[in-house]
DNA sequence: AAACAGCTAGACGCATGGGTCTAGTTTGAC
DNA sequence: GTCAAACTAGACCCATGCGTCTAGCTGTTT
């Protein structure tokens, strides 16, 4: 056997290992689709990339959409635990507010920089208008519980007296829009790696920003 | 003749008006781009969208990847002017600056959400790995000059004393990120028409939040 | 041992679509 | 009127790629 695909290198042995076809699989199809494109992509490819038979993807996806679908829902849900658990930092207590939101916000850029993240943003922008029920999958696994679950801490502190937000959710989202904004142009839609300490002076400032605006107030006329 | 493109129909005659082939070839690359997407379509569909034989497209751009980025830097162009006359705006020193930045919002905000505005976006995401070299044109002839424009003007209001900005190319991104990134869910990916009120209120948040951060101080301790 | 389910390699049919070419028509310039 | 350039309709070549199928291999179960 001449070559077997880098998702199988890394992965299992893939002749030894009896069980991770489907997610071999479903890593190479991330891999190929991000790398190519979903049309211009071949299934050939994506079967040679998880080194295995092409039969063997057609049994376990019937068709490319379901492929596409299938590798789309699951980077979702592995992006959602990943934010969820940075978001969850939000719960202590004890640290200074400043560090803690920079420490989040960092932790968050990082996640939204990380490859895997930047191949779903493209595909689900380029296959948004054939499909547009991709969006319902991602915001719906992904996104939206992201922000919720923010917009439930910044009520949280808010209730503790030391943010001042009238619209967790609208906060939420600005946080967000803050911290990733920036980030866009910096990294030329994942084609660039930014370095560590850009992701930390987005983070700052975004966290300046967003003190500025909502750091508990002792009172306010408007 | 049995029909005519939609892009002709709407444009010139066609027939009889002479001259603007080429201009109804990009606006039908256009729109066939956009709903189709760059791999998927097919130069026979262009050129009938454009009420022209495919010779004809062939002759003006001589091949495929050449129209899409005759597409892009056009239409960057474009989007360019838009945004230009809009940040313009804020030269006017006589408004109240709350009422300035919302009506300069909301005019980004519709800038952002027009259709042309998501297909660009859209394309760029989708064909970026394939041709890096296009998020140059679209940054160098569009996003880049506006956020300078930008920056610009709130140096300028921050030296009449009307602002507050260290780095006001930053706090230039700050404002275009508080305007835009709550719009992207709620346009879904430019799927859905955001009513006008709905870009009102987000403009709104945005320029409150922004007025809070860098609002002129007369003195601070920190 | 025998039946079975999943996998492999590779050929194959068939549709799609980029790009070319031909032959005939229209348009504008002189 | 005449000529060249541009345009049109459509056939055409050829590469790509989805999805199927066959034939044979491997490991598991009973």
């Keep these: 056997m001449g070559e077997a695909g880098a998702a199988a290198r890394r992965g299992q042995v893939g002749a030894r290992g009896r069980i991770d076809k489907r997610q071999a699989i479903l ?3 991330l891999t190929v689709f991000a790398r190519e494109g979903y049309a211009q992509a071949g299934m050939d490819v994506v079967a040679a990339e998880a ?5 063997t993807v057609y049994n376990h996806f019937h068709d490319k959409e379901n492929l596409l ?5 699951a980077l979702s849900d592995q992006v959602l635990a990943e934010n969820l658990g940075v978001v969850g930092r939000l719960a202590d207590q004890g640290e200074d507010l400043r560090d803690l939101l920079e420490d989040v916000g ?3 850029l990082r996640c939204y920089c990380a490859d895997q993240s ?3 943003r493209r595909l689900l922008s380029a ?12 915001h719906g ?17 808010t209730v503790a007296g030391r943010l001042s937000t009238r619209d967790p959710l609208m906060a939420a989202e600005q946080f967000c829009s803050l911290l990733t904004g920036p980030m866009d142009k910096r990294a030329r839609l994942g084609t660039r790696q930014v370095p560590d300490d850009e992701l930390r002076a987005v983070a700052r400032a975004a966290v300046d920003t967003f003190l500025q605006a909502f ?8």
């Design 118 to 120: 930047w191949a779903l």
């Design 127 to 138: 296959e948004i208008v054939q499909f547009p029920d991709l969006l319902d999958i991602v």
């Design 51 to 55: 080194g295995v038979a092409k039969a």
């Design 141 to 157: 696994r992904a996104a939206d519980p992201v922000t919720e679950a923010l917009a439930d801490r910044l009520a949280r502190l």
């Design 27 to 29: 890593d190479a199809a």
């Design 69 to 73: 679908r299938q590798t789309i829902a």
């Design 215 to 222: 750091a508990a107030k002792p009172a306010r006329n408007g």
């Design 106 to 108: 960092l932790r968050l």
